[in-house]
């Protein structure tokens, strides 16, 4: 659903970094994860307390298994002005700690704030 002052290319270019995210998620790449995120973004990550700024985000990221890959399918936008919240599916698989793989499904729920230096 696109709202006042929210476009299709608004809800195109957060299809695209809901779907850069998650192939940087896929490629171990934390560095390309967090330059998605502002100096000040919050996440909430399931069963856990929040996690605010870049480093807390990387000290949060580098606790992650390693990735084989991370697709997010079914992006929904919804938006208003210069908020959006993002649904999607996501196929994940990672290595286990005897080197096999494990795939995981799951959903997000992703809000993204435009900010005043039009990112």
Known sequence: MVWDGFTEQNA??????VADANAAIGANDIDGVLALFAGAARMLPPQGPPIEGQAALRAFFETWPTYKSSVATDIRVEGCVDLAVATCAVAITHVTPDGGERNVSANQMIMLHHQPDGQ
């Open 12 to 17: 195109a270019d957060v299809r695209r970094v």
